[in-house]
């Protein structure tokens, strides 16, 4: 067995992000991927400023919370941190009445593993009620501990090209790695497997049976292995269909579904009906490089010698370490692929 290592608390650079939609919000939702650290960020933000604590994990409390959501909300403290809320959706509702009675910025902090953006219903309930923040795994920055300004400065005449020594091996194992705390605990790139492993078994046995009657719970590890292989890609729905034998609406709704618990994410791409030359389909990108890796069971050498799906996956890695940085960036921004047909 490992050493039980000790606990390392990450900065996360969206703190100052939350405590200010908080200021003027009345509920303010973080949600992303389980295991990113929502929980953390909210207790630590809750922690400081006098929130009670309550988790939809204990079954207790989401029995309380399905079979009277109502009551259920008029019992708690005037400031709560309701955690994994996509157990209990008969809250939203419940929610909504609350703050209309007693409208007061920063009642509740909710989290969830689920993406209520594809769930018009639940958003729309709380409309004009709730700020929703995205909280993705660790970045690089954070990693570090320093937040860099590159976005900012991408976009203003302080931009520059610099000369930098090449990562080389140290690039494979940071993709290798990924960037979720629990698994950058485990002290070998075959621990940290073993960790995204569990925790792909977890959501597929939990999460997804928590928002989908689906049969074919096997197909879908199955299908997110084929995705990281696919990732930075573009969609082809036609062709992880007939790996799985089925139908493409079938295979649309898993990978929906796939998005909906943050694992799998589309890349639009900008294009102009003035520009009929462009790529009008959206790439498809794995949530996390780390992930990636575990599912195609390879590690940071068998990635260096495989020059081709290394091209896929630094494309995916610096996607989504551009996507953490902007996660905390005052100036929204809005990501997009761009190809021409002869690329």
């Not at 900065?11 to 990113?36: K, M, N, T, Y």
């Not at 009670?52 to 989401?62: A, G, K, R």
């Not at 960790?195 to 009657?213: F, G, K, N």
């Not at 010698?305 to 996607?319: H, I, N, P, S």
Request: charged share 25%.
């Amino acid at each position: 067995m490992d050493a039980m290592a000790e606990p390392i608390l990450y900065p996360r650079f969206a703190r100052e992000r939350l405590e200010e939609a908080l200021a003027d919000s009345p509920v303010v939702l973080v949600h992303g991927p389980r295991q990113c650290g929502k929980t953390t960020l909210a207790c630590m933000v809750g922690d400081a400023a006098g929130y009670e604590y309550i988790t939809f994990d204990d079954d207790v409390q989401l029995a309380a919370a399905q079979a009277d959501p109502v009551g259920f909300v008029a019992g708690l403290p005037d400031r709560t941190v309701l955690d994994e809320v996509q157990r209990a959706p008969g809250l939203f509702l419940a929610l909504k009445t609350a703050v209309d009675r007693g409208r007061r910025p920063g009642r509740f902090i909710l989290t969830g593993s689920a993406n209520v953006l594809l769930v018009p219903k639940l958003a729309d309930s709380l409309a004009g009620r709730m700020e929703i923040q995205r909280l993705h795994p660790l970045s690089q920055d954070e990693l570090a501990g320093k937040a860099s300004r590159f976005i900012d400065e991408l976009f203003t005449s302080r931009f520059r090209n610099r000369r930098f020594e090449r990562l080389g091996p140290d690039l494979a194992e940071r993709i290798s790695a990924g960037g979720y705390p629990a698994a950058l605990l485990r002290s070998t790139e075959k621990r940290r497997a073993a960790w995204y492993r569990d925790h792909i078994e977890t959501l597929v046995q939990r999460d997804v049976r928590d928002l989908s009657r689906i049969s074919a719970f096997g197909s879908l590890p199955r299908l997110l292995q084929l995705a990281a292989g696919q990732t930075a890609r573009l969609v082809n729905v036609a062709e992880i269909a007939s790996a799985f034998q089925l139908s493409r609406p079938t295979t649309r709704d898993y990978v929906v579904l796939l998005e909906r618990i943050f694992l799998l994410e589309h890349l639009p791409p900008w294009h102009s009906n003035r520009l009929s030359r462009l790529i009008k389909t959206p790439k498809l990108h794995i949530s996390d490089t780390g992930l990636a890796m575990a599912l195609l069971g390879m590690d940071a050498a068998a990635l260096i010698k495989d020059r081709g799906l290394l091209g896929q996956l630094l494309e995916t890695f610096v996607f989504q370490e551009l996507r953490r940085q902007a996660s905390w960036n005052e100036t929204p921004v809005r990501f997009y692929h761009f190809r021409t047909r002869t690329a």
